[in-house]
């Protein structure tokens, strides 16, 4: 079990350039999830993958933002065209079914200048 | 509106004192509960969870946590804190109307004084 892996762990772009992240989860999870930490706050809740299925999708998910989950394993997330607020930590989780084992990555921070 | 509490933003205490960080939800039924503790610029490492059962849980690192139905809270406690015990704290509520999500309170920001 090696956890769950982030990639990258840290993100500089400019402004409205596009970004991708990769979230590879705990091999025998079929559940993964995307959240977002803003300085200060709690993690707020992105998306959710029943293996290749994107079942949930918050409203925080903008036209902007895609997740992708291509073969029930690993997940990309995209930003296009970055803007200043989209600065943030963004965490990935996966769990075995339901909230059992429900495990977070270390998060790659983005950083839009 | 649905939430999670933490009420104390930021709680200062001394090597070997007791604590207690408090949580309160807002949702009709018992959801899933859990407390996670962040170190900064890192990941989110869980503490402990409650699903059922027993009220009074045990987590890593000595960290308990008890479930208090009437009060709709999920405090943690520590009998004695350790300086490595210095990080962000967060309650957290799964479950809710059978969503998958975790949501999560704003956290706790605990300084340990030596």
């Known amino acids: 079990d090696t956890g769950v892996s982030q990639n990258p762990r840290h993100k500089i772009t400019k402004r409205g350039q596009n970004v991708t992240f990769r979230c590879d989860p705990i091999s025998e999870h079929n559940r993964l999830y995307w959240y977002r930490q803003t300085l200060g706050q709690g993690p707020e809740f992105l998306t959710y993958?029943?293996?290749?299925?994107?079942?949930?999708k918050s409203r925080l998910l903008s036209d902007r933002f895609s997740a992708e989950r291509p073969k029930g394993s690993f997940s990309t997330l995209e930003i296009q065209r970055t803007e200043q607020g989209d600065s943030a930590m963004y965490l990935c989780a996966s769990s075995l079914r339901g909230f059992y084992g429900y495990t977070f990555g270390s998060g790659t921070r983005l950083t839009v200048v | 509106a649905q939430s999670v509490t933490q009420p104390d933003i930021h709680i200062t205490v001394s090597e070997g004192a007791s604590l207690e960080l408090r949580c309160n939800y807002s949702?009709?039924?018992?959801?899933?509960l859990f407390w996670y503790v962040q170190s900064p610029g890192q990941g989110l490492q869980l503490l402990l969870k409650y699903f059922s059962g027993d009220t009074l849980v045990q987590g890593i690192k000595g960290f308990e946590a008890e479930f208090k139905r009437s009060q709709s809270s999920f405090n943690l406690r520590k009998p004695s804190v350790h300086w490595s015990d210095a990080a962000e704290y967060f309650c957290?509520?799964?479950?809710?109307?059978?969503?998958?999500?975790?949501?999560f309170g704003q956290g706790t920001r605990l300084t340990i004084n030596p």
């Open positions: 957290a509520v799964g479950g809710i109307q059978g969503a998958q999500k975790l949501v």
């Open positions: 993958f029943q293996n290749e299925a994107q079942l949930e």
């Open positions: 949702y009709g039924a018992t959801p899933y």
